[in-house]
């Protein structure tokens, strides 16, 4: 949240994975210590997290006093993001393959720690992640 840029283009070759989510969310808050965990888990092994958010950095700081830190990056939602990867609700889980595509979408929580390990493994794979999503990621 220091007000620099991220390109997601920056990450190709990585896995990425987008969390889309706000501190006045209940599943969101459920999903921040298994999140927090399974980024930790991936550290250095080619997938990357993003948190992205459109809460001011005061509710920012007041989740972080209660709840903890972050194991990975949060940014400000800016310049139609949400709009680009069909977000309509918070929590919203994307998960992008080396290649810069959506490998898997899946809105609505609390999502369960291995449902989103066993996404990430396949992507890593170089697979389709068989994981159950709860709406198809529409099209544009």
Known sequence: MSGDSVRLSEARGAVVVLDFWNTGCGPCVVEHEMLVRVAREYMGSGVEFYGITEDSDESLA????ERGEFSYTNLRES???K???????WPTKVV????????WWRPGG???E???VNVIDAVLEGRRPDAPTSAAYPKS
């Open 114 to 116: 291995a449902t989103l």
């Open 79 to 81: 310049e139609g993001i």
């Open 96 to 103: 992008i393959d080396r290649d810069g595509n959506v490998a």
């Open 83 to 89: 709009a680009e990867y069909r977000v309509n609700g």
């Open 110 to 112: 609390p999502m369960p």
């Open 62 to 65: 007041r989740f972080v006093a």
